[in-house]
């Protein structure tokens, strides 16, 4: 007897059995114990997450003959469970879309469905129906809307747009989800254990991982790994090394040059990578997952279903790295990976890009810009190597200042007003100066801001909302000025009017200074 992958073999048989899709199992069974089944479904989703698996077990649920009706639990037993489940039963067609897409296919079917099945119902299975031509669905149509009583549809598709409204209009239409990684982890131990080979946890991550989502697509990794190992224990390097996977330090060495701004040795990191025969492009998708992973872990959103040790490298990147360079570096790796499929010196453009991250400057925002320039004097700060605690310190002086300023009046009128107007109005009233008089609060502004106070902050719904935040901190219903200092007696009224054009706001000078910049 020929081997069964482990697809075939371990299939779900009832709607129990089906991992991770009981708002679909559910569903269908409260309809079939109510007696209300529709002549139509349609099952969308990703590849190999159960649409064709519960597709046949509704046409067994439909078609059991141990009971007298429909039933939830299909014996599994009885002739047409078993013919049903061989895919070889009379009443139960699977046709594949791609390969009957025309016309004359489904005019073929139009006149099959006429004929009385053997069974209670006459089950149509079509796979992939989004690739039938427009003429095959505009020829299904009549019969999908009012198809004879004994005769039911489903479609399974993994690309519903593409699937004309008129025909969407017509099914009861069931959205199938990614299988949770860690539900793939649980399944696939299992199912390893029962064909002798015990897992480790994090080879069952690492598989379910490259899976994506797809139970089918694990198990045919765990197809792979028996074969190579049929019995006993398989640590995660072994499975890595068995399908090809890269070990997930290969990207920790290259993503720590980065960060220590050691464009050399990302190089060299990279050529001991390809040397070893490993495909560019492939180097290139797992330092995109590797930064990515990072990327979500600095947020405090990382990856479902990974291993302690991928959740430690990608801790440490996401130290030694901002979440906002870890943005621009995952974006940039993106477009590499495009690139790499047109370039004639791939590799070349890889070392380039290397180079790029390793010397890449850290991002600095423009409020951030403002506020140290006056200070340093300088351009934008450059990113330190990584684990520095220099910056870390820095960056916690200034959350105290922060946190300190927020405690006082001042500090916490801007903080009500910025929650209903913004921060860059917000930045305007921070640097007012604020005098309480009994029932009253004034702030006076800089001249420099005349324009803005003017124009902006003087509207009434900013008044207002001044107002409200006024109450809010004070505890009290407050009235609120606002005043702006004379301009400073050194100023030139002839030289404003002669060069009305020339005149820089002292905001937008911050800025040039802090970026090096002039305009012209």
């Known amino acids: 007897m020929s081997y069964l992958v482990l697809a075939r073999k371990f299939r779900p048989q009832t709607f129990d059995e089906v991992v991770a899709q009981q708002h679909v199992t559910d569903t269908i069974s409260n309809a079939i114990e109510k007696e209300r089944l529709a002549h139509a479904y349609l099952f969308c989703g990703p590849r190999g997450t159960g649409k064709t698996t519960t597709a046949r077990i509704l046409a067994k649920c439909l078609n059991c003959t141990s009971f007298d009706k429909p039933t939830i639990q299909p014996c599994g037993k009885c002739d047409s469970c078993v013919t049903i489940a061989a ?14 897409r025309g016309i004359a296919e489904i005019q073929s079917l139009r006149e099959s469905v006429q004929y009385a099945p053997q069974g209670r119902y006459k089950v149509y299975i079509i796979d992939e129906v989004h690739m039938l031509t427009k003429e095959a669905f505009n020829a299904l149509l009549k019969t999908l809307e009012e198809p004879p009583s004994h005769v039911t549809f489903i479609f399974a598709t993994t690309e519903p747009q593409k699937l004309p409204a008129t025909i969407i209009s017509r099914c009861q239409r069931y959205d199938f989800r990614r299988i949770p990684a860690s539900q793939i982890a649980m399944q696939i131990s299992a199912l390893a254990e029962k064909e002798g080979l015990s897992l480790s946890d994090e080879a069952a991550a690492l598989i379910a991982h490259r899976a994506d989502g797809g139970l089918r697509d694990s198990l045919s990794l765990l197809d792979q790994i028996l074969a190579y190992s049929p019995k006993g224990s398989l640590s995660t390097d072994e499975a890595a090394r068995i399908l090809g996977i890269l070990p997930l330090d290969a990207f920790d060495q290259i993503a720590e040059k980065i960060a220590d701004r050691d464009a050399a040795g990302a190089i060299i990191e990279l050529d001991r990578l390809l040397e070893s025969g490993i495909d560019i492009a492939q180097v290139a998708e797992g330092l995109i997952e590797h930064f990515h992973g990072a990327l979500m872990t600095s947020i405090g959103a990382p990856p479902d279903g990974i291993g302690e040790k991928e959740a430690a490298i990608y801790k440490k990147i996401a130290e030694a790295l901002p979440p906002e360079d870890l943005l621009r570096i995952a974006k940039l790796n993106s477009e590499l990976r495009v690139k790499l499929k047109s370039a004639t010196q791939p590799r070349y453009l890889f070392e380039e890009m290397l180079v790029y991250l390793s010397n890449m400057d850290s991002t600095v925002s423009i409020r951030q810009a403002i506020t140290r320039a006056p200070n340093s004097g300088t351009s934008a700060p450059q990113r330190p190597k990584a684990m520095q605690t220099s910056q870390r310190d820095d960056l916690e002086e200034e959350s105290e200042e922060s946190e300190i300023d927020d405690a006082t009046d001042k500090g916490r009128l801007v903080k009500e007003f910025a929650a209903k107007h913004g921060e860059s109005k917000a930045d305007w009233v921070r640097e007012a100066e604020l005098i309480i008089d009994e029932k009253r609060i004034v702030l006076k502004f800089p001249h420099r801001l005349e324009f803005q106070v003017s124009n902006i902050l003087m509207r009434r719904d900013n008044v207002d909302a001044l107002r409200e935040a006024a109450g809010i901190v ?46 012209e």
């Open 87 to 100: 895919g070889n039963s009379a009443d139960v067609l699977e046709i594949d879309g791609a390969s009957n």
């Open 474 to 519: 004070f505890g009290e219903k407050m009235e609120v000025k606002l005043l702006i200092e004379d301009a400073p007696e050194d100023a030139n009224p002839a030289d404003k009017s002669e060069k009305p054009g020339k005149q820089i706001p002292e905001n937008v000078k911050l800025i040039l200074d802090a970026f090096d910049a002039k305009l």
